[in-house]
């Protein structure tokens, strides 16, 4: 029983292994943000570079001819992994798509390309037909830094008033604490200047006493 069960778990293993070798890969490397995505029925322009899997031999590449490869999206003209792997893509945008037999040509030997082999391409959008190109291509990585920078920037700002505020504060609170001593001390020097003055007045009055006792007698 131990074994029927240990050979059905390394069946299930062994199912789950081919059935992720058989996905369709898709790597964006270099995002891009537009408005217009491809999608199924564009004809579309795409530069490639195709390389085999196991031994990374190159067995085509537009990008050597110095025309891109334009085709129908979605109809059927190219592989599937090619019809699936490059849908919503920006103008501009690279992928790399790793493309089982299932999504290639499965057991067929099509050229340099032996049976059963998985395939990677080096993928870029190059156009779309009735798309205009935009005047200038915006990078997600580029984009995504502008914000980390600015973001940035305002935390630092942020901080920087903090410190001012705090420092504000401290100053404050010291020219409050001169001027209550400040205030105290004048207190305390008029309070001395009267105690001194009521001193001497007393002091006049008694004299003038013992003058007034002078001359009564």
Known sequence: ???????????????VGV?????LGIDVTVPVECDRKTRKGDKI?????GTLQSNGQQFDASYDRGTPFSFKLGGGQVIKGWDEGL??????????????????????????IPAGSTLIFETELIGIDGVPKPESIVYKQAAEKAEEAASAVEEKVAEA???AGGKIA?????????AEEASANVVEK???VVSGAAKAVKTVVADTDDVQEHNEL
């Open 45 to 49: 322009n795409v530069h490639y570079r």
């Open 1 to 15: 029983m131990k074994s029927i069960f240990l050979s059905l778990s390394l069946l299930a293993s062994a199912t």
């Open 87 to 112: 849908v919503d893509m920006c103008i501009g945008e690279k992928r790399t798509l790793t493309v089982p037999p299932s999504y290639g040509y499965g057991q067929r030997s099509i050229g340099p």
């Open 170 to 178: 401290d100053a404050t609170e010291k020219v409050e604490e001169k």
């Open 190 to 192: 008029v309070t001395s």
């Open 19 to 23: 059935l992720a070798a058989e996905e």
């Open 161 to 163: 008033t903090d410190k």
